[in-house]
């Protein structure tokens, strides 16, 4: 009797950003871009996401080095880039942007549209003048990666088949500010705020930071929409779990979200925030009475776009997170949840030969909109063209 | 923090599988060898060297009291890269857990700090490129770009836009004559395609084998000609801030020479895996790394598997390691010699055949490690007398008759009662399938897994494809045929053509090939058939309509740009293969692949353009020349890797190549389905007159570049035999349990069979080596080198 070939012994390797939050945006998707390595057609929410994060990467590196004050220039390199550009200073949000977007397009990453383009350095230079001053100064390491190992949790999988390991790894990047600079800053805008926030915070402890290149979520979600609230928040809670594993680690008392998005919003971004105000779905609304208040409320399509004060903006973009174990715990639980669904399709899919009926298909409607395989994603109709 | 005693004890209490069957006395010797001098590790396959190299990474961790983030552990693939980290992890994590708890348990608090310092995730592993990578990014200064690595597939079209077209080469007769003469087998650089994959593998061996190209240009024009496309390619990938795999390599060398990898310049152990495919760089990485940091540095690897010297591999390194590298680095460094050879994967039998294979050819000897020992056979059923099979053979007259034998034999095995074969005494070995088994339980091993043969005839794959879907079987063979022959694929790209150029009006104004020219042609007449055949969700006909015509239907103005990528991914709504057939995965990622690189070098970035004049056309013949004709000239190839694993209920093929490192249950192993007559064209696969490409380019370049001299110690010929005696041992050693030999009767005849060293001819003339008996006149008494027919 011939033995029966088992699956290569692996202790598979998910990120929390690459994997749990793609499965959990939909599994079908993440299937076909991470399993097959489909690259997107529109990398748009990918291009905007890389380049946050790596120009403020660049940023911090720069700002570290040779300490420019701010606020910094932002020439941006004309689209499509002439034979020269004039010369600019070092810590020229265009010169930072052209080295991560020379990075990207090396890897086939452009962004949408020219306005697409202008409106992310817009964004991005808004993040090093209104919150690069407030924020380098705490930060005591960038795009730290942290990785920790778990139990593979227990798999729903056709008889006799197994799991391919026994654990698994669980890895992430995130910027952390810790508690001494905390103590050394105490007029600090994001210390001070933090402290409102959570006034019994002390000790000595870290605080984990991730951007965000999109507007911060509705705390509460409709049915059709992803919550991302909640994925945010785990994922936070989880990079915590994972820096706990980390031997001279502190403990980590709070995350900060930076919702970038936030900080120079869209027509649409508006229109969004209007409707979530009105549901009671928004946790920072202005203050009744204040200029943000009028600002945002005598705004309508088609308008000029508000001027909100940059206290208000600030308090929009930056979300804290309370970090504590038994929040930890939870978040975990949930990571180890979507693994389990993630190995147990593909035990399934290894077992049936095909992909289709093997993974979810749980997007929200905006993941659905940019998703290229949406057309035959239990959809019988045929597009129209252009597809 | 612990002894030896004390890590075998606390691994075979905490790990399952060391309580029954711990290690050998050589495992334990290259386990718990002290980190200094280095260690050697001669390791014939199956012999455990995944789990010697992991637990020994633990011994260094847990013993030694190395951190873990100052070891780096590099192996030749992603696969076994994951294999030795994961192994690393688990039990890592176990001796961790069970510590731990001792610590708490006796309150030694001492070695409980200690132990919580241990972060076993920080072990680095990876392939050299994937450890190259990260390292030159974390050792970036600021404002410094990180460049980005490209597949061999966008060093292919750089190659081809930036270094031949711009200055012409494709046309330069000398160019041609000379890559001709380096390049003698299959047409030479006489196709396109094929003067641009020379030319590109020409690059990367300068880098990898350091020659000096100033040297190399004296030796002719077309020497100089060749060195102008090499520093052109390299000037361009500079300039777009990439780097091939080869120059990323060099990158590292450069800054470990330059102490400019501070993350990397207290590295206190350095494990190196299958060693004997390394380069001449890579190697040079690896020493100048143990200089800067006085590493302790284990080496694991097998000259007889040494498989990848098209990709530059340089077995010769391997075979005088002891040597070069104290020689590179001072006495102190001579290392330490330790050989595993007890295999505990295959039976006796199989180990027994695969020893005589490699042990019969006395000039074959010459060229291996010296002192090599035989392989044991130590697996736990190994010598079960029921289990114990015979090497099998299954030689036909013609290659029709062996795909319908064949495919009834596995389908006896995995879908009926399985497979009796009865020897002499009245014995019988019964072959089954296991409880939970499956096609994937088995593999087809060729030197190729080609469907076609060059000259377009069905070869063995192809007829067994049909045979086992009659059965309802599938089969994984996604590099079984060109790309652009694959029906499915003809469809999909015949309906992006229709959809751009629907009446084929840019199209006229390209010159192509006549080859390509036929393929695009091809492929729009499939695309009309099956638009015709009204597929559902229908409304296919409509939607290319509408693009042909760019009217946007219910959506108001054409958009000015549209991905190439997305009108893919649309039109695959028709077509359920590319869905979810695992083979349709590997080709749709293929032409996304193509798509994506494309993008990087071209001007509208795979972009369809509308209402931009010119544009427009322009960024549809960009499309043809950067997409379209790379899948059709067949520049662009499938990567099987991206699937997870082969879906159990497929027959996997695969090329030896492929297997290299896997292990099946039951090993088919093609030796000559195609061999009809003692053909010379088929005598470099078989039995070579003299050396292949590669060989001759070695010989081309053994005077510009250090390594050269090593290589020069055997022929040309007789590197091509070595070559193919140890392709043959790696496929005929991947068996667990059943081993076939497949060929033609005509190999194994009395009168004039035709030399084959997979059977067991000898260099230079013979004689044959193996013996051929039927199953009935087969004992047990039977020599090593027999072969039961069936």
Same mark, same amino acid.
């Given at each position: 009797m011939l033995e029966v070939r088992q699956l290569p012994f692996e202790v598979p390797k998910y990120s929390l950003i690459g994997d749990i939050l793609s499965?959990?945006?939909?599994?079908?998707?993440?299937?076909?871009?991470?399993?097959?390595?489909?690259?997107?057609?529109?990398?748009?929410?990918?291009?905007?996401?890389?380049?946050?994060?790596?120009?403020?990467?660049?940023?911090?590196?720069?700002?570290?080095?040779?300490g420019p004050i701010f606020p910094w220039p932002c020439n941006i390199t004309p689209w499509p880039t002439p034979n020269s550009v004039a010369p600019r200073i070092p810590n020229d949000i265009g010169v930072l942007g052209d080295i991560v977007e020379a990075r990207l397009l090396a890897k086939g990453m452009r962004p949408r549209s020219s306005i697409a383009r202008n409106m992310a350095y817009e964004r991005i230079s808004k993040a090093i003048n209104l919150i690069a001053p407030i924020l380098f100064p705490l930060i005591t390491s960038t795009e730290e990666r942290i990785s920790g190992t778990r139990q593979m949790p227990n798999?729903?999988?056709?008889?006799?088949?197994?799991?391919?390991?026994?654990?698994?790894?669980?890895?992430?990047?995130?910027?952390?500010?810790?508690?001494?600079?905390?103590?050394?800053?105490?007029?600090?805008?994001?210390?001070?705020?933090?402290?409102?926030?959570?006034?019994?915070?002390?000790?000595?402890?870290?605080?984990?930071?991730?951007?965000?290149?999109?507007?911060?979520?509705?705390?509460?979600?409709?049915?059709?929409?992803?919550?991302?609230?909640?994925?945010?928040?785990?994922?936070?809670?989880?990079?915590?779990?994972?820096?706990?594993?980390?031997?001279?680690?502190?403990?980590?008392?709070?995350?900060?979200?930076?919702?970038?998005?936030?900080?120079?919003?869209?027509?649409?971004?508006?229109?969004?925030?209007?409707?979530?105000?009105?549901?009671?779905?928004?946790?920072?609304?202005?203050?009744?009475?204040?200029?943000?208040?009028?600002?945002l409320f005598r705004w309508a399509p088609g308008a000029r776009m508000p001027i909100f004060s940059g206290d208000y903006l600030l308090r929009r973009a930056f979300r804290f997170i309370d970090v504590h174990q038994q929040n930890i715990n939870h978040a975990v639980q949930m990571i180890d949840n979507v693994v389990a669904q993630i190995e147990g399709c593909a035990v399934q899919e290894n077992c049936s030969g095909t992909i289709l009926n093997q993974w979810p298909t749980n997007g929200g409607s905006s993941d659905c909109a940019s998703c290229d395989f949406r057309r035959f994603c239990k959809s019988t109709s045929a597009p129209n063209a252009p597809g | 923090m612990l002894t030896d005693n004390e890590l075998i004890s606390i691994l075979q209490q905490?790990?399952?599988?060391?309580?029954?069957?711990?290690?050998?006395?050589?495992?334990?010797?290259?386990?718990?060898?002290?980190?200094?001098?280095?260690?050697?590790?001669?390791?014939?396959?199956?012999?455990?060297?995944?789990?010697?190299?992991?637990?020994?990474?633990l011994k260094l961790i847990f013993v030694d009291n190395f951190i873990p983030e100052s070891i780096i552990a590099t192996t030749f693939t992603r696969k076994a890269a994951s294999e030795l980290r994961s192994r690393i992890i688990s039990w890592g994590y176990t001796l961790y857990e069970a510590l731990k708890l001792q610590f708490l348990q006796s309150g030694n608090? %001492?070695? #409980? $700090?200690?132990?919580?310092?241990?972060?076993?995730?920080?072990?680095?592993?990876?392939? *050299?490129? &994937?450890?190259?990578?990260?390292?030159?990014?974390?050792?970036?200064?600021?404002?410094?770009?990180?460049?980005?690595?490209?597949?061999?597939?966008?060093?292919?079209?750089?190659?081809?836009?930036?270094?031949?077209?711009?200055?012409?080469?494709?046309?330069?007769?000398?160019?041609? %004559?000379? #890559? $001709?003469?380096?390049?003698?087998?299959?047409?030479?650089?006489?196709?396109?395609?094929? *003067?641009? &994959?020379?030319?590109?593998?020409?690059?990367?061996?300068?880098?990898?084998?350091?020659?000096?190209?100033?040297?190399?240009?004296?030796?002719?024009?077309?020497?100089?000609?060749?060195?102008?496309?090499?520093?052109?390619?390299s000037t361009r990938l500079s300039s777009l801030n990439l780097l091939d795999y080869s120059m990323l390599e060099k990158t590292l060398l450069n800054m470990i020479r330059s102490n400019q990898v501070p993350s990397i310049a207290n590295t206190q152990a350095l494990l190196v895996d299958e060693f004997q495919d390394s380069n001449y760089l890579q190697e040079q990485i690896y020493f100048d790394l143990c200089s800067l940091s006085n590493a302790s540095l284990t080496v694991v690897g097998d000259d007889d598997q040494s498989i990848y010297r098209f990709r530059g591999a340089t077995v010769e390194i391997f075979a005088d390691f002891e040597n070069r590298l104290s020689q590179h680095l001072g006495q102190q460094w001579r290392p330490l010699r330790i050989n595993l050879h007890e295999n505990y994967r295959s039976t006796e039998r199989i180990v027994n055949l695969c020893n005589h294979f490699i042990t019969m050819e006395p000039d074959y000897q010459t060229a291996r490690v010296p002192n090599k020992m035989h392989l044991t056979a130590s697996a736990n059923n190994a010598h079960n007398p029921l289990t114990n099979v015979p090497v099998l053979g299954m030689f036909r007259d013609n290659v029709t008759d062996l795909a319908r034998d064949l495919s009834q034999l596995?389908?006896?095995?995995?879908?009926?009662?399985?497979?009796?074969?009865?020897?002499?005494?009245?014995?019988?070995?019964?072959?089954?399938?296991?409880?939970?088994?499956?096609?994937?339980?088995?593999?087809l091993l060729g030197r190729t897994a080609n469907e076609f043969s060059s000259t377009n005839k069905a070869r063995l794959p192809l007829m067994l494809r049909n045979y086992l879907a009659a059965s309802g079987v599938g089969i994984f063979n996604p590099r079984g045929r060109q790309l652009a022959a694959i029906e499915e694929v003809g469809i999909l790209l015949g309906l992006l053509l229709e959809c751009l150029d629907p009446n084929g009006i840019i199209q006229s104004n390209l010159r192509f090939t006549s080859a390509v020219q036929q393929t695009l042609t091809r492929w729009r007449t499939?695309?009309?058939?099956?638009?015709?055949?009204?597929?559902?969700?229908?409304?296919?006909?409509q939607f290319v309509a509408d693009w042909g015509n760019r009217f946007a239907r219910n959506m108001g103005n054409w958009p000015p740009e549209w991905p190439l990528l997305e009108l893919v991914f649309t039109l695959i709504t028709w077509l359920p293969f590319f869905q979810s057939d695992p083979e349709g995965q590997v080709y749709l990622e293929s032409i996304a692949r193509a798509t994506v690189a494309a993008s990087s070098v071209s001007t509208y970035g795979s972009m369809i353009l509308n209402g931009r004049g010119n544009n427009d056309a322009a960024s549809i013949r960009e499309v043809y020349w950067e997409v379209l004709v790379p899948v059709a000239d067949g520049t662009v190839k499938v990567n099987e890797d991206i699937m997870p694993f082969v879906p159990r209920n497929y027959l996997p093929i695969m090329t030896i190549h492929q297997a290299k490192g896997l292990e099946f249950p039951l090993v088919v192993v093609d030796v000559g389905s195609d061999y009809q007559t003692n053909h010379r064209m088929q005598r470099p696969f078989r039995f070579p007159d003299s050396g292949n490409n590669v060989h001759h380019t070695e010989d081309a370049v053994a005077t510009c570049c250090l390594v050269g001299q090593a290589r020069l110690l055997r022929n040309v010929r007789q590197r091509s035999f070595d070559d193919i005696r140890r392709l043959f041992f790696v496929a005929k050693s991947r068996s667990q349990s059943?081993?076939?030999?497949?060929?033609?009767?005509?190999?194994?005849?009395?009168?004039?069979?035709?030399?084959?060293?997979?059977?067991?001819?000898?260099?230079?003339?013979?004689?044959?080596?193996?013996?051929?008996?039927?199953?009935?006149?087969?004992?047990?008494?039977?020599?090593?080198?027999t072969i039961v027919l069936i």
């Open positions: 499965f959990q945006r939909c599994g079908l998707q993440y299937r076909y871009y991470s399993g097959s390595s489909l690259p997107p057609s529109r990398p748009v929410q990918l291009w905007t996401g890389e380049f946050t994060h790596g120009v403020m990467e660049e940023a911090f590196l720069v700002w570290n080095t040779i798999l729903t999988i056709p008889l006799g088949q197994r799991p391919r390991g026994d654990r698994y790894e669980l890895t992430g990047v995130a910027d952390v500010i810790s508690s001494v600079s905390i103590t050394a800053n105490p007029t600090n805008f994001i210390v001070n705020m933090m402290l409102e926030e959570f006034p019994s915070l002390n000790g000595t402890f870290d605080v984990i930071v991730d951007y965000k290149a999109a507007r911060r979520p509705p705390t509460v979600s409709i049915p059709g929409e992803t919550p991302y609230w909640a994925y945010q928040e785990w994922q936070i809670q989880t990079y915590s779990w994972l820096r706990q594993q980390q031997h001279n680690s502190h403990p980590v008392k709070v995350g900060l979200i930076i919702y970038t998005n936030e900080l120079s919003p869209s027509k649409d971004d508006l229109s969004e925030l209007l409707s979530e105000i009105r549901q009671s779905r928004t946790d920072v609304s202005p203050i009744r009475g204040s200029s943000d208040y009028y600002e | 905490a790990i399952p599988r060391f309580q029954q069957n711990w290690l050998n006395a050589e495992q334990e010797n290259a386990v718990f060898a002290s980190p200094f001098p280095p260690v050697f590790i001669v390791a014939g396959p199956g012999t455990g060297k995944t789990t010697v190299l992991a637990l020994r990474v608090t %001492t070695l #409980l $700090n200690h132990l919580i310092k241990i972060d076993i995730n920080k072990v680095r592993t990876g392939t *050299l490129d &994937s450890l190259a990578e990260e390292i030159i990014s974390e050792n970036r200064p600021p404002g410094q770009v990180t460049p980005v690595i490209i597949d061999e597939l966008a060093a292919l079209t750089i190659m081809k836009k930036y270094a031949i077209f711009t200055s012409s080469m494709h046309t330069n007769a000398t160019l041609r %004559t000379y #890559l $001709n003469q380096i390049n003698p087998e299959f047409g030479g650089a006489n196709a396109l395609s094929s *003067l641009i &994959s020379i030319c590109t593998s020409f690059s990367q061996r300068v880098v990898q084998d350091d020659i000096n190209l100033t040297t190399f240009s004296q030796g002719g024009i077309g020497q100089q000609l060749l060195s102008q496309i090499v520093l052109d390619y596995l389908l006896d095995i995995f879908r009926g009662n399985g497979y009796t074969v009865n020897v002499a005494n009245n014995r019988t070995f019964s072959i089954t399938m296991g409880q939970g088994g499956d096609f994937g339980d088995a593999v499939l695309a009309r058939d099956f638009i015709n055949s009204n597929p559902p969700p229908q409304g296919l006909g059943i081993l076939l030999l497949i060929g033609r009767n005509q190999q194994i005849r009395n009168v004039n069979p035709i030399p084959t060293i997979a059977l067991g001819d000898l260099y230079p003339n013979g004689p044959r080596n193996y013996d051929f008996v039927d199953a009935n006149q087969w004992s047990s008494t039977c020599p090593a080198n």
